[in-house]
T-cell receptor
Framework: AQKVTQAQTEISVVEKEDVTLDCVYETRDTTYYLFWYKQPPSGELVFLIRRNSFDEQNEISGRYSWNFQKSTSSFNFTITASQVVDSAVYFCALRLAGGTSYGKLTFGQGTILTVHP | EAQVTQNPRYLITVTGKKLTVTCSQNMNHEYMSWYRQDPGLGLRQIYYSMNVEVTDKGDVPEGYKVSRKEKRNFPLILESPSPNQTSLYFC??????????????FGPGTRLTVT
């Protein structure tokens, strides 16, 4: 069975600081997808990124960047120059890409990020 | 507008009184899924459906039922709710393929309280 661990329960930073949210996953499958979602205080879940297991290229989107390292089973998320609007709960998730269980999506426990002005 | 809708958004009920939370999507997605969100536990998958008449258990299916008679709808049924089913519930949908996977679109959530 797969597992996703977000060891940081809560992180508090001051605006303009960089912050990294850790995500470690476990799976025996070689083909899978990793996701990050954002849940702002309003409660909705917002998709941020999808990465498949064959693509270890890091990705940057504005102030957001993701570091995927298969060797350490990690998919970390960095926000550069954080802003108050980044305050939210962030979830990492794993979905298998094949077999009979490819419909199952496993989420981490979430990291609460608070950015103070 | 492409969206996933859930009803009701808020529900307070009593132990044992059957209830249904509806979920509907207008994006012609094959895949639909239900999750519950609890503090410190993240989101946990209850049931999912790869297509019409195809459903399977997630990680926490006990006490829940689902059906998928139409592509757009995926209701969550609690036959005899108990207080430990008090939670925030999300429905989600996505395109589906055996060869790749797609991001899920989530509904706004249903906050259920069972007393």
């Amino acid at each position: 069975a797969q597992k996703v661990t977000q060891a940081q329960t809560e992180i508090s930073v001051v605006e303009k600081e960089d912050v990294t949210l850790d995500c470690v996953y476990e799976t025996r499958d070689t083909t899978y997808y990793l996701f990050w979602y954002k849940q702002p205080p309003s409660g909705e879940l917002v998709f941020l990124i999808r990465r498949n297991s064959f693509d270890e290229q890091n990705e940057i989107s504005g102030r957001y960047s993701w570091n995927f390292q298969k060797s350490t089973s990690s998919f970390n998320f960095t926000i550069t120059a954080s802003q108050v609007v980044d305050s939210a709960v962030y979830f990492c998730a794993l979905r298998l890409a094949g077999g009979t269980s490819y419909g199952k999506l496993t989420f981490g426990q979430g990291t609460i990020l608070t950015v103070h002005p | 507008e492409a969206q996933v809708t859930q009803n009701p958004r808020y529900l307070i009920t009593v132990t044992g009184k059957k209830l249904t939370v509806t979920c509907s999507q207008n994006m012609n997605h094959e895949y639909m899924s239900w999750y519950r969100q609890d503090p410190g536990l993240g989101l946990r998958q209850i049931y999912y459906s790869m297509n019409v008449e195809v459903t399977d258990k997630g990680d926490v299916p006990e006490g829940y039922k689902v059906s998928r008679k139409e592509k757009r709808n995926f209701p969550l049924i609690l036959e005899s709710p108990s207080p430990n089913q008090t939670s925030l519930y999300f429905c989600a949908s996505s395109l589906s393929s055996a060869r790749r996977t797609y991001e899920q679109y989530f509904g706004p959530g249903t906050r259920l309280t069972v007393t």
